[in-house]
């Protein structure tokens, strides 16, 4: 399952990203990256950025569970 942030930027490291709080990385699970330079995003960070798309929803499988509970 994926967890998708409408409208947020993608952070240029772990020190300007809203997941990396005092020293641990909270999207690998509070690994401690406090030796990775404010400089670069680590190769085994998980967030990565969607590319242009349309809609992100399956409208059809939605219509069908609302009719579904009446």
Same mark, same amino acid.
Do not use: F
């Given at each position: 399952?994926?967890? #998708?942030?409408?409208?947020? =930027? ?19 699970? *509070?690994?401690? *990256?406090? #030796? ?13 950025? #969607?590319?242009?798309?349309?809609? #992100? ?6 219509? =069908? ?6």
């Amino acid at each position: 399952m994926s967890v #998708l942030i409408k409208n947020m =930027e993608m952070p240029k490291n772990c020190q300007k990203c809203w997941l990396y709080i005092e020293g641990a990385c909270y999207a690998k699970g *509070y690994r401690d *990256y406090r #030796l990775i330079m404010d400089t670069a995003k680590p190769d085994d960070c998980p967030l990565v950025e #969607l590319p242009p798309h349309g809609r #992100l929803d399956d409208a059809e499988v939605v219509i =069908e569970a609302e009719g579904s509970e009446t």
